[in-house]
């Protein structure tokens, strides 16, 4: 398995265990029955479960584009340093995100965000350029 397909495994993974918090969360207010319910008025989930639900969401529709330019690449036979560092920082940019969202710190999840889509850019230019 090459690097990138490595980091991509990394990140689905992460991907894969976000909703653990925020779902106990759900339990822990709302109790079982509701967590897994459609209540008509539920109680508010805690700010941080909140966030943290947004941040899950987040990296969701972020994957679908870094997993699908990590499959290419991995397809077309296109792998270098330059794939291969914006796979792992793409990768640390999503966890520093997921922290940074849930405990409302601004400007490093947006600098989080920002450096992710830029990792999704260069595997995007290494694919086109």
């Known amino acids: 398995m090459t690097p990138e ?15 653990v918090p ?10 079982v029955a509701d967590a897994v319910g459609y209540p008509d008025q539920p109680a508010p989930l805690s ?3 909140q ?12 994957l679908v584009v870094f997993a699908t330019l990590v499959l290419i690449a991995h397809v ?10 914006a796979c792992m920082v793409y990768f640390w940019a999503r966890v520093v995100h997921f922290l940074s969202y849930s ?22 230019w290494q694919l086109l350029g």
């Not at 925020?22 to 109790?31: D, E």
């Not at 077309?76 to 560092?85: K, P, R, Y």
């Open 5 to 19: 397909l490595t980091y991509l495994a990394l990140v689905t993974a992460l991907t894969a265990v976000m909703w």
């Open 22 to 31: 925020y779902i106990l969360n759900t339990i822990a207010i709302r109790g």
């Open 47 to 49: 700010p941080w479960a």
């Open 51 to 62: 966030k943290m639900k947004a941040a899950h969401y987040n990296a969701v529709e972020n």
């Open 76 to 85: 077309a036979n296109v792998s270098n340093q330059a794939t291969l560092m």
């Open 103 to 124: 405990l409302a710190i601004p400007w490093v999840r947006t600098l989080a965000f920002v450096t992710g889509f830029g990792c999704q850019a260069t595997l995007a």
